[in-house]
């Protein structure tokens, strides 16, 4: 039995700033991104500024929208929800 994957998927809402996420790209959506980290790598949710002061975790939009993850050992990017699953500590 194959197992299901669980990512945040596009009806979840907006991960809290410090959620511990993983990358797990399907291959499609992998081709997607111009330097992504590799699969299976760890990182943190952050935020990004947007215009008026304000700060968000993630931006709304078609297939999930993206979340914006500070990466281990590498740069903040906004990745598909559905391309990160929330880890435990």
Not at 10 to 19: D, I, K, L, W
Not at 36 to 43: E, F, L, N, V
Not at 70 to 79: I, L
């Amino acid at each position: 039995m194959a197992r299901r994957r669980r990512g945040l998927g596009a009806a979840s809402r907006c991960p809290m700033e410090g959620t511990r996420v993983r990358f797990q790209p399907n291959p499609a959506s992998y081709a997607l991104y111009s330097r992504a980290p590799k699969p299976g790598t760890y990182g943190r949710v952050t935020t990004v500024p947007l215009g008026g002061g304000r700060r968000a975790t993630c931006m709304r939009g078609p297939g999930g929208g993206l979340v914006y993850v500070r990466w281990e050992g590498s740069d903040t990017m906004g990745v598909s929800m559905n391309d990160i699953v929330k880890v435990r500590w």
